[in-house]
Each structure stands twice: as structure tokens, then as C-alpha cells.
């Protein structure tokens, strides 16, 4: 229990401290800020600082790494000039997990004016950025920024350098795991992976004989040697049918895989059916469905021939009600009756 409660923990605050992974996440989102001309230059002399406005789309990489594509308009005061950039930019999120982290961004793109001198036509321009990351919830991100500007222009009024101060929002969509219930889920599997219910020394995650006496002598797998582990295949069939579907292959590989793991045993294939139509019939199709899986784990699975058998039981020992659809199809089973050799 003390084992199973310092991993608990552990789980516990590893997640509380971290955020949803973005990635593979697409963002929207938009920000408001205050652009303020840089540097003793003619551009700074006649423009004065103003408020800025920027939408943007971000793609994430991975953790770390992210794109962003955002439109940003600069206006400043004493002036009809505004200032339009389209750019690309880089951003790095330095702990990329947690909830909170600090960013950097480098980008390039294009500045326009929106004065009718044209003043800026489609201008080269570099991007820098400075912030910090916060996430409200998994699909809604905070921060605070500072962007800088630099774009060459000595036709118009010189080197341009602008930073802009700025808070913004984003929205990541597909981004709706809680980190709380992440985590409980986290704890539950932990405890489940380290329960011992019969008290075998053997997990229940792994115990295939899960009512074992305390002081038995058991084997890896928690079966005493005189003790036969019945494992439920989760294969089940159309009425009146042998064909394994497709969506049980997954099931066999599972247990074939315990076959090959554990070289010290062998298991009887026992087919199970509803009580629709005759016991002689049903008996004849329950041996048909195991000798069919019988058939699948030795040719598609290698087991070897000599550890598996098959026996048909017919309707004789149904495990929920015949008398509904559910129940039927419950009854239409096989499982593995697996032994030491």
C-alpha cells in the first residue's frame, strides 16, 4: 500500500503540474497591445506610441515547438499612418508541459502602410519575441508579450524598430483533457496495476487465478499448479456462425502472446453458444468455434499444435440470461482454460 501510495502522488502532482500536450494542435486567437516607435530615428520622432491589434492561427510541432501565422496592425497617435504586418513566426515554449512557461519567437514576414502615400509597400521585416504562457484550461492559453519590429525603409523615414507590448488569448481546438481528471484516472490504473485481492503475491493485473488461498504456492501468473486459469477470450459470434471477425484478432494476438510468454503451459479452447435451437446442434457449432480459434492462434499466431485442444460445451454453461438479445450474445463465447504443464 505504501508503494502504491508514493506512486500515486508522484502521478498526482506530475500532473497537476503540467498542461495539456499541444501537440498536433491548431489555435485561433488574438491579442491587444501598445506600439511604441524604438531608437532616435525620423520614424520615432513623428510617430507616437498607440494601440495595437493582432489575430493569429498557431500550429504546434511538438511540446516545444509551435508556428504562428498572425496579422498585426500598429497605429500611432499625431499621424494617419498604420502599419500592417503579415508575418511567420517561430515560438519555443522553454517547459514545454507545464501549465505556465516562458516563450520565444523569431519570424519574418511583410509591412505595409495603410496611409495613402504608401509609404511601406510589402516591406522585409524581422520579428522577435519575448513572453509568457499560461494555461487557463487545456483549450484556452493566456499571455504576455513583447514583440519587436524591425523593418528597412530609407525611402520612407529610415530603419523602423517598433516594440509592442501585449496580452492576448488563445483557443486550441481538440484540447479538452483535464489535467485533475487525468490524473485520477492516472491513480486509478496504478492502484488497479498494484492490487492484490487474494493476497497470492501476485498483481490482479496479472493474477489469471484471481481467488487463490493466501498461503498457496502459485506460479507467475497466480495459479497453484493443480489450479487451472480460465481466461475469457473476447471473441464472440453471429448466431449460428464459426468466422472469427475481424475485431477479435486483437484478442487472440493478446493471449497467444501470453502462450509464447508463458512456454510452461497449455490451454483447452472451450466454445460456448446460446440456448437457440438444438443442444445437439449447439454442441456441434461450439466445437466448430473452438476448433476455429484453435485453429487461428496455431496458424496465424505460432502456437505450437501440441499445447491447445478444443471442446465444445454447447448451451450447458451460459454466463448471462439466454432470455435477452444481450444475454445470448454473451453466451456465444470462448475462453481458455489454461493449465502448468
Known sequence: MKKILVIAMIVLFSKNSSAYD???????????????????????DFANADMAYDIWLRYHLD???????????SEFDNTTLGIENIRLLANYRFDAIKKGTFIAGLGAGVASSDDTQEALDNEFSLYARAG?????????????YLDYQFT????????????????????????YGSPKKEAATAIKEVVQQ????????????NDKCPNTPADTDVNEYGCAKEEKAQIKLNVEFSSGKTDIA??????????????????????????????????????LLSQKRAESVRAYLINKLGISESRLTAKGFGPSQPVADN???????????????????
Open 22 to 44: 499541444y501537440t498536433g494542435k491548431i489555435g485561433v486567437g488574438g491579442g491587444l497591445g501598445y506600439s511604441q516607435p524604438a531608437l532616435n530615428n525620423a520614424f520615432h
Open 132 to 144: 509568457y504562457d499560461y494555461s487557463f484550461w487545456p483549450c484556452l492559453v493566456g499571455g504576455v
Open 323 to 341: 432470455k435477452t438479445t444481450s444475454g445470448r450474445k454473451q453466451n456465444r463465447r470462448v475462453v481458455a482454460v489454461v493449465s502448468s504443464k
Open 63 to 73: 511540446a516545444s515547438w509551435g508556428l504562428e501565422l498572425s496579422y498585426n496592425k
Open 246 to 283: 475481424v475485431q477479435y484478432e486483437s484478442e487472440l494476438e493478446t493471449f497467444a502472446n501470453f502462450m509464447k510468454k508463458h512456454k510452461d503451459t497449455t490451454a483447452q479452447i472451450e466454445g460456448h453458444t446460446d440456448n437457440t435451437g438444438s443442444e445437439k446442434i449447439n454442441t
Open 152 to 175: 528597412d525603409n530609407s525611402d520612407f523615414a529610415g530603419d523602423i524598430h517598433i516594440i509592442t507590448p501585449k496580452v492576448g488569448l488563445t483557443y486550441y481546438f481538440g484540447a
Open 194 to 205: 498494484n492490487l492484490d485481492t487474494d493476497n497470492d503475491g501476485v498483481n490482479d493485473s
